[in-house]
């Protein structure tokens, strides 16, 4: 079973910046592609960006291009997404969702999900 255990959500200003943490197994970093989607109140859940470790590739959300980067420790095993130059618009519930393929992931339908943290940008 894959588990997926994310951190790093809160309130920022906006023009700051956070981090978000998504912890997994080690089979899973290493193997998986991993991803975050977000989902603002009142609105479908959308694709953020995604790593696939094995290609060496990420995708990234139009709407977050230059301002958010993918990151990993393999010691870890975790997943980092760093947010920067933050928007209201930016404000959401963020999910961190891996899957073995990578097409899974980028069209929005991963098969494991982590529970979620709350990020909210203030004007």
């Known amino acids: 079973q894959v588990q997926l255990v994310e951190s790093g959500g809160g309130l920022v200003q906006a023009g700051g910046s956070l981090r978000l943490s998504c912890a997994a197994s080690r089979r899973t970093f290493s193997s998986y592609t991993m991803g975050w989607f977000r989902q603002a109140p009142g609105k479908e859940r959308e694709f953020v960006a995604a790593?696939?470790?094995?290609?060496?590739?990420?995708y990234y959300a139009d709407s977050v291009k230059g301002r958010f980067t993918l990151s990993g420790d393999n010691a870890k095993a975790t997943v980092y997404l760093q947010m920067n130059s933050l928007k209201p618009a930016d404000t959401a519930v963020y999910y961190c969702?891996?899957?073995?393929?990578?097409?899974?992931?980028?069209?929005?339908?991963?098969?494991?999900w982590g529970q979620g943290t709350q990020v909210t940008v203030s004007s």
């Open positions: 969702a891996a899957d073995p393929l990578t097409t899974r992931i980028r069209g929005g339908y991963p098969d494991y």
């Open positions: 790593i696939n470790w094995s290609g060496g590739n990420t």
